[in-house]
């Protein structure tokens, strides 16, 4: 398996709208709904901010979404602030009981 | 609330044996709900996941690390392990544990722990 393929970066100013997309194969991200988005902060254990592609778990912030489209999924960040400023990372079942992450993108708070 | 904590040697050398510990506060390993995770990320990488475990033993490994890996679960200290043999310099990573739930995520991670490969 190999690691899902992310943008090294991406970055927006205060209050604009960012997306990072996530490719992987037909095999994985396309093949299953089970796409999640990780926030990480470096130091710090990272956070679960989007499951199951659109779905949010309780206390995170409705600005953050999910969607797919094919082999690619992607994390919507509306409104940017400046305390999302991070590392974010996808994260899809790659099949037979095995996971793969993508290699991460930082967002930049302009 | 579920806290996740490493613990370990921070400096392995080549070819040995590198072991890492695990242990839940706030729940309990042997939950029928969950599986418990390794995941890793090497200098300047993403992550990686290594493997998990549930409480009775059944365990799924990453395959490119399957050879080399071993995780247990000790119930009666909530805590869960990781073995990793014949490290290399390519095993430099911050190790981090969390916990897997039945909505397929990682929902809790402990901080991490920096495993250094190096004579």
């Known amino acids: 398996q190999s690691a899902l393929t992310q943008p090294a970066s991406v970055s927006g100013s205060p209050g604009q709208s960012i997306t990072i997309s996530c490719t992987g194969t037909?095999?994985?991200?396309?093949?299953?709904?089970?796409v999640s988005w990780y926030q990480h902060h470096p130091g710090k254990a990272p956070k679960l901010v989007i499951y199951?592609?659109?779905k949010r778990p309780s206390g995170v912030s409705n600005r953050f979404s999910g969607s797919k489209s094919g082999n690619t999924a992607s994390l919507t960040i509306s409104g940017l602030q400046a305390e999302e400023e991070a590392d974010y990372y996808c994260c899809s079942l790659a099949g037979s009981g095995t996971w793969v992450f993508g290699g991460g993108t930082k967002v930049t708070v302009l | 609330q579920v806290q996740l904590r490493e613990s370990g040697p921070g400096l392995v050398k080549p070819s040995e044996t590198l072991s890492l510990t695990c242990t839940v506060s706030g729940g309990s390993v042997s939950s029928g709900s969950h599986y418990w995770s390794w995941i890793r990320q090497s200098p300047g990488k993403g992550l990686e996941w290594i493997g998990y475990i549930y409480y009775r033993g059944m365990s799924n490994y990453n395959p490119s690390l399957k050879s080399r890996v071993t995780l247990s679960v000790d119930t009666s200290k909530d805590q869960f392990s990781l073995r990793l043999n014949s490290v290399t310099a390519a095993d430099t990573a911050v190790y981090y544990c969390a916990r897997f739930d039945g909505h397929n995520v990682f929902d809790y991670w402990g901080q991490g722990t920096l495993v250094t490969v190096s004579s």
């Open positions: 037909s095999s994985d991200v396309g093949f299953y709904d089970l």
């Open positions: 199951e592609i659109t």
